[in-house]
């Protein structure tokens, strides 16, 4: 059974740091691609940040030079370190994971499997 646990979500404020950890297991970690998504409330879904198999990553404008996505293949965890945090970055975050052999990383229907969510809280 496919199972994706975020954590590292908390409240900061603005031009403060987290970092999110995603602990996945049940599947074949290190052939998936992967990705962040965030939702706030009234606002649909955006894709914030991908990586594919081989560790090449792709970021949303609104979050390029201040959020980094990583993975730890041998801890089967994905990361998402958010620097310089924007009352506007709040939302609930999610990880995701996909087998798809073609990557998409910002299509929320690529995805096959998700994490229950970790909230973040950016105060001005």
């Known amino acids: 059974q496919v199972q994706l646990v975020e954590s590292g ?11 999110l950890s995603c602990s996945a297991s049940g599947y074949t970690y290190s052939t ?12 649909e879904r955006e894709g914030v940040a991908a990586i594919d198999s081989g560790g090449s990553t792709s970021y949303a404008d609104s979050v390029k030079g201040r959020f980094t996505i990583s993975k730890d293949n041998a801890k089967n965890t994905l990361y998402l370190q958010m620097n310089s945090l924007k009352p506007e970055d709040t939302a609930m975050y999610y990880c995701a994971a996909s087998s798809r052999s073609v990557y998409v990383p910002f299509a929320g229907g690529y995805y096959n499997y998700w994490g229950q969510g970790t909230q973040v809280t950016v105060s001005s």
């Open 32 to 43: 998936y691609w992967m990705g962040w998504f965030r939702q706030a409330p009234g606002k």
């Open 9 to 19: 979500g908390g409240s900061v404020q603005a031009g403060g740091s987290l970092r």
